[in-house]
């Protein structure tokens, strides 16, 4: 059975950083894609960012290019989000899912099949 346990949310300063971990279970982690989406309040879920199994084809939202990294540590069967000098409008529910097929689609969220259940960023001085 796929499970994904989200952390490291907080709220944090603008500028400040965070980083945000997902540790999947019940599946081989390198060799499909997981990712990251987040869902401000009132607001459609999108695509963060996402890695593509068996390679490390990443694929990065225009607002966040520049600024957050994705990684993927198959030997902790866990994947980062470090997220650097955020804004007010980073605020969100940040997801982990992880979808059955090797390339991450651009992070189209009707393709992920398997979500964790959240953790709240909050950005605000």
């Known amino acids: 059975q796929v499970q994904l346990v989200e952390s490291g949310g907080h709220l944090v300063q603008p500028g400040g950083s965070l980083r945000l971990s997902c540790v999947a279970s019940?599946?081989?982690?390198?060799?499909?894609?997981i990712g990251w989406f987040r869902q401000p309040p009132g607001k459609e879920r999108e695509g963060v960012s996402c890695?593509?199994?068996?390679?490390?084809?990443?694929y990065y939202t225009a607002s966040v290019k520049g600024r957050f990294t994705i990684s993927r540590d198959t030997a902790n069967n866990t994947v980062y989000l470090q997220m650097n000098n955020l804004k007010p409008e980073d605020s969100a529910v940040y997801y982990c899912?992880?979808?059955?097929?090797?390339?991450?689609?651009?992070?189209?969220?009707?393709?992920?099949?398997?979500w964790g259940q959240g953790t709240q960023v909050t950005v605000s001085s």
């Open positions: 899912a992880t979808r059955v097929a090797s390339h991450h689609y651009y992070c189209d969220s009707k393709l992920y099949t398997s």
């Open positions: 019940g599946f081989i982690l390198d060799l499909y894609a």
């Open positions: 890695i593509s199994g068996g390679d490390e084809d990443t």
